[in-house]
Nanobody
């Protein structure tokens, strides 16, 4: 059964950094695009970043471009989200998600598997 488990969230001051990890089960991790989304209280889930199966096509939301970096280690079945220069508006529950194709997309509805989420709180 495919499972995604996020870790690395926590409380950080504005301007600080966190690295989120998402560990995937299964033997076919390297075939699929992965994405990170986030959801703040009272708001809809929004796209943050996505990466293709081979790791060479990352895309970012404009709000995080230049501050966040998505990467993956297919040997470890893990995708990462390095978050630098954090702002209070980055506070949210962060979810990783997996597609069933190799192509990355910003579309929330195109992801078939989701993790349980990890809380990121940025204090100002």
């Amino acid at each position: 059964q495919d499972q995604l488990v996020e870790s690395g969230g926590g409380l950080v001051q504005a301007g600080g950094s966190l690295r989120l990890s998402c560990a995937a089960s299964g033997r076919t991790f390297n075939r699929y695009a992965m994405g990170w989304f986030r959801q703040a209280p009272g708001q809809e889930r929004e796209f943050v970043a996505t990466i293709g199966s081979s790791g060479d096509t990352p895309y970012y939301a404009e709000s995080v471009k230049g501050r966040f970096t998505i990467s993956r280690d297919n040997a470890k079945n893990t995708v990462y989200l390095q978050m630098n220069s954090l702002k209070s508006e980055d506070t949210a529950v962060y979810y990783c998600a997996r597609r069933t194709t190799s192509y990355p997309t910003r579309r929330y509805s195109s992801y078939d598997y989701w993790g349980q989420g990890t809380q990121v709180t940025v204090s100002s």
